[in-house]
Each structure stands twice: as structure tokens, then as C-alpha cells.
């Protein structure tokens, strides 16, 4: 069975900072693309961020932000624990949403094919 579950969504105020963790079982970790997508009421699911699988590296290899979030936030992963985080810094009350955490396989020429997703942490930046 693979599980994707997130943690560490909560309730903060305008230019605060939160960590959501998403730790994965029943896959090979260390093998697979991980990102972040988020979707706020009314609106699409959207890229946040991605990371790759970076081989045999403990921390991944390259990363992809949206425009949105580059420069305040930041995905990482550690291949040892099976887990990826997302750092967020000054959040913003647009950046409310339900963060889902998601793995998949890179696919050469292309972007990550998404095969599992989490069941979503909630975020809410009050002004």
C-alpha cells in the first residue's frame, strides 16, 4: 500500500513561516520525483514545487518553484527518512490553500509523471 502523509498545516499570521512535512511508504523513495501542489477554494490545483530524485544523493537534485512562491519558499528531501519538506517563509493570505504532497517518476524530455498523492495538510495565512 503507498501512503503519502502530510503534516504541519496550520493557522498563521501574514509573514510567518510554517515546515509541511509529507513522508511516503510503500515506494521506493529514493527513486522518485516528489512536489507540492496546492489548491485554495474555487481554484485549480497548482504547482508549488517539485524536486527530483537526485540518484544516489541524500537530498534530492534539482528543484522547480511556481512564480508565486519562488524566493519564499523552499522543498527539500531526505532520502534516508523517505520524506519531503516545504518551507514556507512570509506567508502571504493567497498562499491559503490545502497543500498536497505527490510522488512520481521523471520522465526524460519531460516533467514528472504523478502516480500517488497525499490527502492534503490545510494552510491559512490570516492578514
Known amino acids: 500500500q503507498v501512503q503519502l502523509l502530510e503534516s504541519g498545516g496550520a493557522l498563521v499570521q501574514s509573514g510567518g513561516s510554517l515546515r509541511l512535512s509529507c513522508t511516503s511508504s510503500?515506494?521506493?523513495?529514493?527513486?522518485?520525483?516528489m512536489g507540492w501542489y496546492r489548491q485554495a477554494p474555487g481554484k485549480e490545483r497548482e504547482l508549488v514545487a517539485e524536486?527530483?530524485?537526485?540518484?544516489?544523493?541524500?537530498?534530492?537534485?534539482?528543484?522547480n518553484y511556481a512564480d508565486s512562491v519562488a524566493g519564499r519558499f523552499i522543498i527539500s528531501r531526505d532520502n534516508t527518512k523517505n520524506t519531503v519538506y516545504l518551507h514556507m517563509n512570509d506567508l502571504q493570505p493567497e498562499d491559503t490553500a490545502v497543500y498536497y504532497c505527490n510522488a512520481g517518476l521523471q520522465v526524460p524530455g519531460k516533467g514528472n509523471e504523478i502516480l500517488y498523492w497525499g490527502q492534503g495538510t490545510q494552510v491559512t495565512v490570516s492578514p
Open positions: 524536486i527530483n530524485s537526485g540518484g544516489s544523493l541524500r537530498y534530492g537534485g534539482s528543484t
Open positions: 510503500g515506494i521506493i523513495f529514493s527513486l522518485h520525483a
